[in-house]
């Protein structure tokens, strides 16, 4: 059922103090409210983020530590009187990258780390990449080809499993930000980054191979599997070749461009779905073919495919199921419903789950339900008036109103909270009213809309 990077060996960076070949530029900086134009230099990134590996660069580093985007162009001017502008304008800009991956890497981590825009928004979440590199590791692995290794953030995760890596990717920044990433983390023994194009790399000798293809091109996001670079039919292939393999796709992949070979693996952190993972293996223990799961972190929690017929459709009870993302996109909805007592759909197409009784699952959010009316904005606002209630969490499938739009016409004003779920029941559009249901420490879902 269906509901709605990559380039021979090469070791640590050894540069003097100032490298002669550095062109330095003016920077034009603007006002923090212009958005964020400092960067390495545009006209050799290279050598711009290679002045940052000086100690000159790294005392600056140090300097604009911390950096409120308010205070750039003071700061910037300052030290502009003693530094370089290209290297002041890099420095700020490593700066803002880092407190921006403090959100997938942790602040500790992101504050020795280094990046690039398209690094901070392509890496995986340090807690997802930590997981995978755990499972490579249950598996028996001890070696990994990573290709397409972007910063390097699966290889500080697989080192740190205690994982030997080849990081291979064919952009010299790239690998180069990647290879200084492995030293500043201390993993540099284990990481070897080399700078090639990966469809040319041997990987004979690796106990698996671990693809993490580019999903971006010139006009944003590619959502064909063909367009990946290199294209997934590519890294299957080099996938087959391995004992042990696993493909980083996204999560909207179609379960039909799967490969038969493939086990496949929805994940999902918090409540946001972060990624699919195609899992190969020829050892007996490893064998993935066919397999579907949904893996729930922080646990981690994974809830196995059984291939189980769709739940039926049945009447709203006093409890509504609403999965994880990770769940649906798995397919598995009808495997919460039956660990559940009389668990069925709302509707055929809605991955909205009730019963008449409540029963603990970490893989959906319980919430119990007090009125069931059809969509109507007054009658809404009338039963929010009578209820007194002032913080109105809306959740929507199936319908195409906004949040936003329905809470600023019921204008909920009082001391009481509740959620609301615009959504089809049997075809029909409705409200369902309720809170979240106290299930034996499941955890009370945060407002959201």
Not at 128 to 136: D, G, I, K, L, S
Not at 416 to 421: C, E
Not at 425 to 438: F, N, S
Request: net charge positive; with cysteine.
């Amino acid at each position: 059922m269906s509901y709605e990077s990559h380039g021979g060996i090469s070791s640590r960076v050894a540069l003097p103090a100032r490298p002669r070949h550095i062109r330095w530029t003016h920077a034009v900086l603007r006002l923090a409210h212009n958005g964020a134009v400092n960067d390495l230099d545009p006209l050799d990134p290279l050598a711009s983020f290679a002045a940052l590996l000086t100690p000159e660069g790294r005392g600056l580093l140090d300097e604009v530590r911390g950096t409120e985007p308010e205070r750039e162009l003071a700061v910037a001017t300052r030290l502009r009187r003693k530094h370089p502008a290209a290297l002041v304008s890099a420095a700020l800009g490593q700066a803002r990258l880092r407190q921006r991956a403090a959100v997938k890497f942790g602040a500790a981590d992101a504050d020795r780390m280094f990046f690039t825009p398209n690094g901070v928004e392509q890496s995986t979440r340090a807690s997802v990449a930590a997981y995978r590199a755990a499972r490579f590791r249950e598996l028996g692995v001890r070696s990994v080809a990573d290709l397409c290794c972007g910063i390097g953030g699966d290889a500080v995760a697989l080192a740190r499993a205690g994982i030997r890596v080849l990081a291979v990717d064919r952009d010299p920044l790239t690998a180069a930000v990647a290879r200084a990433n492995a030293e500043a983390l201390g993993l540099d023994g284990l990481i070897e980054v080399r700078e090639a194009d990966v469809t040319e790399v041997s990987t004979d000798g690796y106990d698996a191979v671990f693809v993490d293809p580019g999903r971006r091109g010139g006009r944003g996001r590619v959502f064909d599997p063909e367009a990946y670079s290199p294209p997934l039919s590519w890294a299957v292939r080099a996938a087959l070749k391995a004992p042990v393999a696993a493909l980083k796709v996204a999560p909207g992949i179609p379960h039909e461009a799967v490969p038969a070979e493939a086990g496949a693996e929805w994940i999902s952190d918090s409540g946001d779905v972060k990624e699919a993972v195609l899992w190969f293996g020829t050892r007996e223990a490893t064998r993935e073919a066919g397999s579907v799961r949904a893996t729930l972190l922080p646990g981690p929690r994974t809830l196995l495919g059984r291939g189980l017929p769709d739940p039926a459709v049945r009447p709203v009870g006093r409890f509504l199921y609403e999965p994880d993302g990770a769940v649906i996109r798995a397919h598995l909805v009808a495997e919460v419903a039956g660990e559940l007592d009389g668990g069925g759909l709302v509707d055929e197409t809605i991955a909205y789950i009730t019963a008449d009784s409540a029963t603990p699952t970490p893989y959906a959010t319980a919430y119990e339900i007090t009125d069931r009316l059809p969509f109507n904005v007054k009658k809404l606002k009338a039963l929010l008036r009578q209820r007194e209630v002032g913080v109105l969490t809306v959740k929507k499938r199936g319908s195409a109103v906004e949040p936003e739009e329905l809470r600023r016409k019921v204008k909920p004003q009082g001391p009481h909270s509740a959620t609301v779920f615009l959504t089809r029941v049997q075809g029909a559009p409705t409200m369902l009213l309720g809170h979240p249901a106290a299930l034996g420490g499941q955890p009370r879902p945060s407002v959201d809309g």
